[in-house]
C-alpha cells in the first residue's frame, strides 16, 4: 500500500509538472509562427533576441529550483507559515534581479544584438524585440520563484494551469498587436510581456491567498532572501557549467561542418524533447524529498530516491528504445534530406543507448536539489567537465567528419560528460551528508 501511495504521489506531482514545462517553449514556438509570416528579416531577428533571452532565463532558472526545496523542507516540518514566507521572499529576490536584468538589458540590446554580426534589417529587427521584452523578464522571473514555492507546498496543478492560461494569452495577445494593430515583431514582444505579467497576478492572487490563510508576511524578509540568494548563487554556478558544456559542444559541431551543425541540432532537440519528461519526474523528486527531510523521515526519503531512480531508468530504456526505432527517419522528419537523416542515425542511436544514463542524471539531479545540497551541485558542476572538455578538444583536433564525426561528437556529450554526472550525483547519494534533516 505504502508503496501504490508513493507511486501516486510522484505521478500527482510529475504530471502536472510536465504540462508546465511543455507550456513554457510554447511561447516560443507561437511567437516564432507568427512572426514568421511577416517575413524572413523579422524572424532571424527573433532568432537572435530569443537566443540572449533563453540564456538569460536558462541562467535564471536557479530561482525555482532553489524555492521549492526550501518551502517543501518548512511544509514537511510543518510550519506552512514559515513555508510561504521564505517562497515569497524568493519571488522579492526575483524581482530585485528582473529589475537589475530589465534596466541594464534593456540599456544594452543594440550591443549584445551587435555581437551577432547581422545585416543591419536583421539586427533592428532583434533589436526591437529584445529592448521590449526585456520588461517582461522580472515577471519571467517572480514566476519561477512562484512556482517554486507552489511545487514546495507539493501543488504543481496550479502552476499548470496558469502555465496554460499564459500560454493562450500569449496567442491571442500576439495575433491581436501583430496583425490586428500592424505592430509587427513589437507586437510580439509586446504581447509576451503582457501574458507574463498576467501570469504574475495570478500567481500574487494565489499566494495571497496562502499568504492570508496562514498568516505569513508578504513583506521581504532580509534573511530569507540572503538565504535564497545564497541557495541560488550555488545553484547559478551549476546552470553555467551546464551552458558551458552545450555552448562547446555547439562550437566543436560548428567546426565539423555545416552538416554536422544541422545534424548536432537535430540530435539535441531529441534529446531536449525527452528531457522534459525526465525534469517533470525530476521535479516530482524535488518536492517529496525536500517534504521529506523538513519531517525527518529519512525513510521516507530514501523510498522516495530508489523508486524515482527506478523510473528515471526505466524511462530512458522506454524512450532509448523508441529513439533507436525511429532514428533512420527523424532526420527525414527535420529535413526531408536523405543525407542529413544517414548523417545523424549514428549519432540518434548513441543518444538512444545513453537514455537510461539520462534518465537517472536527471532524477539525481532534482534529488540533491530537494535536498538542498546546492553547494554540491555546483562544485561537482564544473568538475565534470574536467574529462568532458578535453574529449571535445579531441574531436576538435582530429575533425572526423559526416557521420563518424557526429557520432564521436554524441559519444564525447551522452557518454562522457552524462556519465561523469551519473558518477558523481550516484556517489553523493550513496553516502549520508546530503541527507541533512529537518526544516
Not at 34 to 46: D, F, I, M
Amino acid at each position: 500500500m505504502a508503496a501504490q501511495t508513493l507511486n501516486r504521489d510522484i505521478l500527482r506531482l510529475a504530471v502536472p509538472a510536465l504540462g508546465a514545462l511543455v507550456a513554457e517553449p510554447l511561447f516560443l514556438i507561437v511567437d516564432s509562427a507568427l512572426v514568421g509570416h511577416l517575413g524572413v528579416t523579422p524572424l532571424a531577428g527573433l532568432g537572435i533576441a530569443s537566443a540572449v533571452l533563453q540564456t538569460i532565463v536558462g541562467l535564471m532558472v536557479f530561482l525555482a529550483y532553489s524555492t521549492t526545496p526550501a518551502v517543501a523542507r518548512r511544509f514537511g516540518a510543518g510550519d506552512t507559515r514559515d513555508a510561504v514566507s521564505v517562497g515569497i521572499d524568493g519571488m522579492w529576490l526575483a524581482v530585485l534581479i528582473g529589475a537589475v536584468l530589465a534596466a541594464v538589458g534593456a540599456l544594452l540590446a543594440p550591443t549584445i544584438v551587435g555581437l551577432f554580426s547581422a545585416t543591419e534589417a536583421v539586427s533592428e529587427q532583434a533589436r526591437i524585440y529584445l529592448e521590449l521584452s526585456m520588461w517582461g523578464l522580472p515577471a519571467m522571473l517572480i514566476v519561477f520563484a512562484a512556482t517554486g514555492l507552489l511545487r514546495g507546498l507539493q501543488d504543481t496543478v496550479t502552476p499548470l494551469w496558469i502555465a496554460g492560461l499564459g500560454f493562450a494569452a500569449n496567442a491571442l495577445l500576439n495575433a491581436l498587436f501583430i496583425y490586428g494593430f500592424g505592430w509587427g515583431i513589437a507586437g510580439s514582444a509586446l504581447g509576451t510581456v503582457v501574458a507574463q505579467w498576467g501570469m504574475v497576478a495570478a500567481y500574487v492572487v494565489v499566494v495571497g491567498r496562502l499568504a492570508r490563510e496562514h498568516a505569513a508576511s508578504v513583506l521581504p524578509q532580509r534573511e530569507g532572501v540572503r538565504g535564497s540568494a545564497r541557495s541560488g548563487g550555488w545553484l547559478f554556478v551549476r546552470t553555467v557549467s551546464l551552458r558551458i558544456a552545450l555552448l562547446a559542444t555547439v562550437a566543436v559541431a560548428a567546426g565539423l561542418g555545416t552538416d554536422e551543425l544541422a545534424g548536432w541540432q537535430v540530435a539535441f532537440t531529441i534529446f531536449s524533447t525527452a528531457a522534459f519528461a525526465l525534469d517533470a519526474l525530476a521535479i516530482a523528486a524535488q518536492a517529496l524529498i525536500g517534504k521529506g527531510l523538513g519531517a525527518g523521515d529519512e525513510p521516507f526519503v530514501h523510498r522516495v530516491l530508489g523508486r524515482t531512480v527506478a523510473w528515471g531508468a526505466w524511462f530512458g530504456v522506454a524512450v532509448g528504445l523508441v529513439i533507436g526505432g525511429l532514428s533512420g527517419v527523424i532526420g527525414l522528419v527535420f529535413t526531408g534530406d536523405p543525407e542529413i537523416a544517414a548523417l545523424v542515425q549514428p549519432a540518434l542511436i548513441v543518444l538512444a543507448v545513453a537514455q537510461p544514463v539520462c534518465g537517472v542524471v536527471f532524477v539525481l539531479d532534482g534529488v540533491l536539489m530537494g535536498a538542498g545540497d546546492a553547494r554540491y551541485l555546483a562544485v561537482v558542476g564544473m568538475l565534470n567537465l574536467v574529462p568532458f572538455l578535453p574529449a571535445l578538444v579531441a574531436i576538435a583536433l582530429l575533425q572526423p567528419t559526416d557521420a563518424a564525426g557526429l557520432a564521436w561528437l554524441a559519444a564525447a556529450f551522452f557518454g562522457v560528460y552524462m556519465l561523469a554526472r551519473l558518477a558523481t550525483l550516484g556517489w553523493r547519494v550513496r553516502g549520508a551528508r546530503w541527507l541533512t534533516a529537518g526544516a
